[in-house]
């Protein structure tokens, strides 16, 4: 009983040429034998997940960076409101910047207490 064993169908580069793969063929595809390095559909998987894994990274990223942004803004708007006030009255316009700040952050959907 004797297996029949395959050579890859596809191409490499080392530099200077392309040279035939060395690898064994395990995947037919129309006919012709590929090794998982060389057979589209796997590669294709491959490109998927990996894709799927950096957009998720992406995505949660720029939802930190958005929030980030979001809470600098106010801070700043925090910052130049209060400026040039006593002790007291500091505070009474500090409030009435974060009672808007908790508004606007409660209609982009960030949660403060």
């Given amino acids: 009983m004797t297996k029949e064993i395959h ?6 580069w080392n530099g200077y040429a392309n040279y035939k793969c060395r690898y064994n063929g395990k995947f037919e595809d ?3 034998w590929y090794c998982k390095n060389h057979h589209e559909p796997s590669i ?4 998927r997940a990996r894709d799927e894994t950096f957009n ?3 995505e949660r990223d720029m939802a930190i960076s958005d929030r980030r942004n979001f809470e600098r ?3 700043e708007e925090l910052a130049s409101a209060v400026v040039g006030y006593d002790q007291p009255t500091k505070r009474v316009v500090a409030r009435k910047v974060f009672a808007q700040f908790r ?3 409660k209609e982009k959907g960030y949660e403060y207490e």
């Fill in 56 to 58: 998720a990274k992406w």
């Fill in 44 to 47: 294709q998987a491959k490109r």
């Fill in 103 to 105: 508004d606007a952050a």
């Fill in 73 to 75: 803004k106010w801070f």
């Fill in 7 to 12: 050579d890859c169908e596809g191409f490499s």
């Fill in 30 to 32: 129309d006919g012709k």
